[in-house]
């Protein structure tokens, strides 16, 4: 079996089978994170959406040359991604989110054990849905792409790749309150394309 820093290491040179492996490997564990948190009138998928952003950027920004294993490095990644959009959203400019809590432990041991279960086991998933995850995974890619203009997927590119609202701004030459636009649209694009 390959392991996850060589499907890293196939991603960086071009593989698109390699990344759809790697992000059907941690799909679980993305979902088991996100679950962690809850939302007060809010939904487990926003959380769950920047989780998967989280390990998108994990996939591109992680280093073999460092002592940590890229399992280490995408729990690190994604847990802060979903951190990062609850600490952004007591701006009050997303009341649902502004209510989020935490329900993980400060007891990280029990964490750590909790990741060392075999998926089935958390989450009681079946060989079945397994499959039907992976399909899922495939539909919502090709759905991304044939819902956003040429622009929008420029912007989401840069904003999963790590680039802050000002340097997507100054590179696509659009000002912030577009880009934050664009963000908003590409969600409510891809919500109402999901509940179909």
């Known amino acids: 079996m390959t392991t ?18 790697l992000f059907d490997r941690y799909k679980d564990l993305v979902v088991k994170i996100a679950r962690g948190y809850f939302l007060v009138g809010g939904d487990l998928e926003d959380l769950i959406q920047e989780g998967m952003i989280g390990l998108y950027k994990a996939i591109k920004n992680f280093s073999p040359n460092k002592d940590a294993s890229f399992k280490t ?17 007591n701006t009050n400019k997303n ?4 209510t ?13 054990a909790l990741d060392l ?3 089935e086991l958390v989450f009681d998933v079946t060989p079945a849905e397994s499959v039907i995850d992976k399909e ?3 539909t919502v890619k090709a759905l991304i792409k044939s819902s956003l203009s040429p622009q929008e997927m420029k912007v989401l590119r840069l904003y999963l790749q ?35």
């Not at 989020?100 to 964490?111: G, I, K, L, N, R």
């Open 4 to 21: 996850d820093e060589e499907l890293v290491k196939q991603i960086k040179n071009g593989n698109e089978n390699a990344e759809a492996e």
């Open 73 to 89: 490095f995408a729990v690190i990644c994604i847990k802060h991604q979903i951190q990062n959009a609850i600490r952004l959203a």
């Open 95 to 98: 009341k649902p989110l502004s």
């Open 100 to 112: 989020a809590v935490s329900f993980q432990s400060f007891d990280s041991s029990a964490a750590e």
């Open 117 to 119: 279960l075999p998926v």
């Open 136 to 138: 899922n995974f495939e």
């Open 162 to 196: 790590g680039f802050s609202y000002r340097e997507i701004s100054q590179n696509l030459s659009l000002t912030q309150k577009a880009i934050d636009n664009t963000l908003t649209r590409i969600k409510t694009k891809l919500r109402e394309k999901l509940k179909k």
